[in-house]
Nanobody, 120 residues
Framework: QVQLVESGGGLVQAGGSLRLSCAAS????????MGWYRQAPGKQRELVAA???????NYTNSVKGRFTIARDNAKNTVHLQMNSLKPEDTAVYYC??????????????WGQGTQVTVSS
């Protein structure tokens, strides 16, 4: 069993910062890419940022220059530093990990989600 547990969401004023963290635990053989997605009310879930096991990153255009994704492979954690937050960043943020629980089993796992609310 693999679990992803997020922390760090909350309410912040526009222009402020938040740092989201996600820790993977359980039966983990290896972790490939990890990422953060978000879903705003009435909208589809979208990829915000992703990072490979080697450290390559990609971001959706709307957060480039404001958000930074990083991971600690030794601790099986991934973080999302969010600066210069805007009201349109308001959403539930989900951690995602493409994880092998054994040499023969690989799938995507999701965290429970953490609410980020940016007030204007």
């Amino acid at each position: 069993q693999v679990q992803l547990v997020e922390s760090g969401g909350g309410l912040v004023q526009a222009g402020g910062s938040l740092r989201l963290s996600c820790a993977a635990s359980g039966s983990i053989f290896s972790i490939n890419a990890m990422g953060w997605y978000r879903q705003a009310p009435g909208k589809q879930r979208e990829l915000v940022a992703a990072i490979t096991s080697g450290g390559s990153t990609n971001y959706t255009n709307s957060v480039k220059g404001r958000f930074t994704i990083a991971r600690d492979n030794a601790k099986n954690t991934v973080h999302l530093q969010m600066n210069s937050l805007k009201p349109e960043d308001t959403a539930v943020y989900y951690c995602n990990g493409n994880i092998r629980s054994s040499m023969w089993s690989r799938r995507d796992y999701w965290g429970q989600g953490t609410q980020v609310t940016v007030s204007s």
